[in-house]
T-cell receptor
Framework: KAGVTQTPRYLIKTRGQQVTLSCSPI?????VSWYQQTPGQGLQFLFE???????NKGNFPGRFSGRQFSNSRSEMNVSTLELGDSALYLC?????????????FGSGTRLTVV | AQTVTQSQPEMSVQEAETVTLSCTYD???????LFWYKQPPSRQMILVIR??????QNATENRFSVNFQKAAKSFSLKISDSQLGDAAMYFC??????????FGQGTRLTINP
């Protein structure tokens, strides 16, 4: 069974640009969550999607957005990039009603904003 | 809002020995789940063990076990017979009614051969 796949693994962008990150969950998993990991702030919840609907959102500015497609694949977009957006972005998926059993994470996308 | 605190930024242990990582959390909820995740240099977060708050029995997964003290809001991880492959960042996480994981700041575990 394939794991959670995140693409790309590394990305370098310039301030002011926008970026789109992709996450393909485990087959059958309909919930996809996104987390930002930085040395200073640690791991912070961005948002969660379930069946193409945003079910929960963290405390991030509107520049951070996401969506989920009918095949459960998810994308997150960051517009007008700032230096502080440099981070590891992790995606996690879980089966319906099984979030309490833990989420399966991908290996993340390392975003560097210069 | 729920918070999770890991008071040990770094820990080290000799191979084959036992180490305990500490975690405390703050919540007013009665129904929640607690997790320990491991993040090796490959960056992928790997679930180590989980605990349901309504269960008094401490969870165990092979060499990994927890000491869950609900009243004290404490959730420590014990790793027995430490192996070189256990070296990683370990994160304690809470999941309650908000349906999201709240993580601690992590503990970097080093295994000395």
């Amino acid at each position: 069974k394939a794991g959670v796949t995140q693409t790309p693994r590394y990305l370098i962008k310039t301030r002011g640009q926008q970026v789109t990150l992709s996450c393909s969950p485990i087959s059958g998993h309909r919930s996809v969550s996104w987390y930002q990991q930085t040395p200073g702030q640690g791991l912070q919840f961005l948002f969660e999607y379930f069946s193409e609907t945003q079910r929960n959102k963290g405390n991030f500015p509107g520049r951070f957005s996401g969506r989920q497609f009918s095949n459960s694949r998810s994308e997150m977009n960051v517009s007008t990039l700032e230096l502080g957006d440099s981070a590891l972005y992790l995606c996690a998926s879980s089966a319906p009603q099984q979030g309490n059993y833990g989420y399966t994470f991908g290996s993340g996308t390392r975003l560097t904003v210069v | 809002a729920q918070t999770v605190t890991q008071s040990q930024p770094e820990m080290s242990v000799q191979e084959a020995e036992t180490v305990t990582l500490s975690c405390t959390y703050d919540t007013s909820e009665s129904d929640y789940y607690l997790f320990w995740y491991k993040q090796p240099p490959s960056r992928q977060m790997i679930l180590v063990i989980r605990q349901e708050a309504y269960k008094q029995q401490n969870a165990t997964e092979n060499r990994f076990s927890v000491n869950f003290q609900k009243a004290a809001k404490s959730f420590s991880l014990k790793i027995s017979d430490s192996q070189l492959g256990d070296a990683a960042m370990y994160f304690c996480a809470y999941r309650g009614g908000a349906q999201k994981l709240v993580f601690g700041q992590g503990t970097r575990l080093t295994i000395n051969p």
